[in-house]
C-alpha cells in the first residue's frame, strides 16, 4: 500500500512550505496471497505430522487418506509457485515504484532547467529478493 507512504518534497522558493507528497501503488494483493499460502501450507503440514506420528494405523488402513494427501500436498505446491510468481512481480513494481529516478521525475521541483536533483542513498532491497527465492 504504498499510497500510504508520504515523503517530503523539499521546496526551493524561501516562503514556502515542503510539500508532501504520496508513492503511487498499491502492490499489498500478491504479498498477502504469499503470506496467506504460507501460513495454510504451516498449518497443513502441522496437521499432516499429527497424523502421521499420532494416527499412523488411521493412515496406513484406509487407502483414501493417503491419496488425499497427496492431492493436497500437489495443490500447496501448485499454489505455492504461483504465489512466488506474484510476490516476484509484486516486489519488482514496488522496486520500480521507490526507485530514486522515479520519485525525482514525480517532483516539480527538479523539473527545472537549472535545477539538479540526485537521491541520497538508493533503497536496500536484498532482504526482499532473498524473500522471493525462499
Known amino acids: 500500500r504504498l499510497y500510504q507512504i ?17 508513492l503511487v ?15 495454510f501450507s504451516f498449518l497443513y503440514s502441522m ?3 499429527v497424523l502421521y506420528l499420532r494416527f499412523h ?8 487418506l493417503p491419496f488425499t494427501d497427496f492431492c493436497v500436498t500437489v495443490c500447496f505446491a501448485f499454489f505455492w509457485l504461483v504465489a512466488a510468481a506474484a510476490w516476484g512481480k509484486g516486489l519488482s513494481d514496488v522496486k520500480a515504484a521507490t526507485r530514486p529516478s522515479t520519485l525525482i521525475s514525480a517532483m516539480g521541483v527538479c523539473q527545472g532547467d537549472e535545477v ?10 536484498g532482504l526482499a529478493n532473498i ?4
Open 6 to 22: 508520504p515523503f517530503g518534497m523539499p521546496s526551493c522558493e524561501d516562503e514556502s512550505e515542503a510539500r508532501t507528497l504520496y
Open 25 to 39: 501503488g498499491d502492490f499489498s494483493a500478491p504479498a498477502e496471497f504469499f503470506v496467506t499460502l504460507g501460513v
Open 47 to 49: 496437521a499432516a505430522l
Open 57 to 64: 494405523s488411521l493412515y496406513t488402513e484406509n487407502t483414501k
Open 116 to 125: 539538479v536533483c540526485n537521491a541520497g542513498t538508493t533503497p536496500a532491497m
Open 131 to 134: 524473500s522471493v527465492v525462499r
